[in-house]
């Protein structure tokens, strides 16, 4: 199958700027697996079905993207799908000092997996879930920022928040 990556993330939700991510890392890569993995730091907005369901839809009709789920250490995950990478975005320095510590713990755990780190479009260098999130909550106009469907969903959780 070539040479695969994974890229990790907890995706709540996916925006534009992982997508543009995504694109950019298919033109290094044969086949990306995008992993839902856990963050212990963040509670979720999104079920996980929500979330698979979501990035399903963005990545329909592009050939060499599988989306999958995991629990546990990421170099783990990644060995189990004999992948030589970890893609990363990368939007501003204050991303660099964080992604370097788990980059250099990844590669202590298993040498034989490059991080890759990669840079969103400039109209994404600010975008982060978190940001889509907070703005959406106050009716913010976030719709250029997500995929359409991912708009709706958001939409439609707050509007259920709310009511």
Known sequence: MGVKAIYPGTFDP?????IDILF???RIFDHIVV??????KKAALFSLEERISMIQESVKGISHVS????DGL???FAKRHNAKAIIRGLRAMSDFEYEFQMALMNRKLDNNIETVFLMPSEEYSYLTSSIVKVVG???GDVSSLIPKHVHYMLKEKFNKNRG
């Open 67 to 70: 989306v999958e789920t995991f």
């Open 35 to 40: 992993g839902i993995g856990p963050n212990p």
């Open 137 to 139: 909550s106050f009716g």
């Open 14 to 18: 996916i925006t534009n700027g992982h």
């Open 74 to 76: 990421l170099v783990d």
């Open 24 to 26: 950019r890392s298919l």
